[in-house]
Each structure stands twice: as structure tokens, then as C-alpha cells.
């Protein structure tokens, strides 16, 4: 038990936040489910304020870095499609996988979720990059890509410019 409590005590504190950070880059990650335990820890750190996180990839979808890109307040933080590809460049990075927590716990993306969702995909693609994923992490997760909502948006993009 005492254990344990040392183990929480480390986990909020953001202990594991550089560990994690560290031991991520160059693996690769293959699905949301994977995605989610990775970065489920990083969220305890300020568990009671909405934040954003980004896993830029190379091409070959290894791990570029993990980095806390927004941050707001219980139920909102903005994202800023410029700021990710300003960060894409930078990095070199092809692709990105996008999470940002709950602090409600609640699974259910919101209106404003989709939307970000929506425009980011499309500013990335835009210069030639990709969201493979936007999870959103609570009492589980939710994955954008798992319910299709970014194939439909990759799939009327490409219709877009094949007019």
C-alpha cells in the first residue's frame, strides 16, 4: 500500500512527465489504445485544467518528441493550427498524433473537439503533413481516427483538389 501511495504521489507530481518524454522518442506507437497509455501519466500532472499535447513523428512514424503545446482552463483550451505547424517545420516532423484530457472525465468530444479536429487535419495537409490521430483522454479515451471522423476529412480534402 505504501508503495502505491509513493507511486501516485510520483505520478502527480509530473515525475514521470521527462521519463516518459525520454524513453518515447525514436519507438513508434500503432494505435489509440497504445497512444493512451503513453500519455495518460502526462495528464495527472494538472489533472484540473484542459491541456494539449502533441507526438510529433518522422516518416517512418517514430517519435519525434512529445511536447505540451496549450494549456486552459477546467473545460477549454485553445489550439492553435499555426503554432503545430510552425512546431512541425521545426522538427521536421511528417505527422502528429494530437491529445489533450478531460478533466471531467468525460469521453464524448464536443462540438468544439470536432471542429479543432477538422482544422487541423486540414492545415496539415495543407503542407503536406498528417494528423493520424486527435485522442481525447478522461476516464478512458476517445480516438478521432477510430470513430472515422479523419478519413472523412482526408477523403474530402482529396476530392477538393481533385476538382
Known sequence: MKHQATFWKDLKSGHFVSMVKEASQGQTLSNSQQVFNVMKPLFAENDDVEAVYCIFLNAKNRILAIEKMFTGTISASAIYPRELIKRILALKSSAIVLTH???????????????????????????????????????????????GLLNTVKSKFNNLLSL
Do not use: Q
Request: net charge negative; with cysteine; glycine share 6%.
Open 101 to 147: 484530457n478531460h478533466p471531467s472525465g468525460c469521453l464524448v468530444p464536443s462540438a468544439e473537439d470536432k471542429a479543432i479536429t477538422i482544422k487541423v487535419a486540414i492545415a496539415l495537409l495543407s503542407v503536406d503533413a498528417t494528423l493520424h490521430d486527435h485522442i481525447i483522454i478522461g476516464d478512458g479515451f476517445h480516438s478521432m481516427a477510430d470513430s
